[in-house]
């Protein structure tokens, strides 16, 4: 399905000096092409997502800023056929005090847009809930390290790179709520990644089929929202295809966070997609259609819900990020049909008061 958004293709600033949204900047873009000049405090949300995922297991890193608070994460998840095998996550939740801000960076590097910056947050030796992230932009692709103690005491260690392909396209839009309220996404998919995650004496090694997925966010957001994301990475159909797909959160908005990457190639879906599913149920298999054709026509069944249920202060966050298999069918837009079969990601729901 067209999109009807405009295509941005020379760099812009998100911003305009009274800090308000620069109308230039609304659109997307297949390179990140916004520099996130971000001002003001209070409602502003700077955040980098990071998630690792092979066929039988997966990492995710979270570093974020959201003005009264940081909140940095490492979660760690294995499988097998018969079930989970290992389920470790440990957040940092620290005052947004100016002294201890995480300066999250404007743009991405290695990208083609504004030039980002190496992260490093939380203590270099962490013990108990405590979390230490780095990431670190190298000539082949973003580092990525951790250290964390799981609640059962055994040490985890994550060292991974996550490539960037030349000519590899990614999505990134500005959402409008309106001139004050406004988000930035950059949603790569599909890009190979390798390394190690160590956790007490085991060894998982991220190899020829692991694939890295970043969800960047630069924003000015209301006190409450919530949304669906759901993103998948890997080879079917002798294609390699990323999946991403959002929705809620962008109603009204003019806006979509959809795209499908198939070798590398972005098709912008302009349509705000169909989800189905059963909030009381997370588990049971989810539908996600594109409405009046067949662009996206998908069964996601989970095996795993990442369940959060947070009350601290101004925070408030009731998520279920499930991961598990796709299925169906999805077209480029060229035309091409791409058969999905057992693609690994994720869908998720939530509601957020922040």
Known sequence: MATHEREITEPVDLCGPDGQLNPDAVGWSRTPLHRANLRGWGRTKRWEYWCVTTPTHLLALTVSDLDFLTLDAVYFLAWDEHGVLEDHERTAIAPGLPHRRTALPEGIAGSGGPHGADLAVGPERPSRRQVRVTIRQ??????????????????????????????????????????????????????????????????????????????????????SLGWNWGAASGRTDGRVVGLQFGGQWTAGTGATENALCVDGRLSKLGAELDWHYDPADPLAPWRITTPGDDQVDLTFTPFHDRRTRTEAGLLANRTDQCFGHYRGTIRTDDGEKVAVDGLLGWAEDVRMRW
């Open 138 to 223: 190298e000539p082949a692709g973003t580092r990525l390290r951790a250290r964390a103690l799981t609640a059962d005491l055994r040490p985890l260690e994550v060292d991974l790179l996550v490539a960037r392909p030349a000519g590899h396209e990614t999505l990134s839009v500005v959402v409008p709520w309106d001139g004050k309220r406004f988000q930035y996404t950059s949603k790569h998919t599909a890009l190979p990644a390798t390394g190690t995650v160590r956790l007490g004496d085991r060894s998982y090694g991220f190899g020829a089929d692991a694939w890295g997925v970043l969800d960047h966010g630069r924003g000015r957001w209301p006190r």
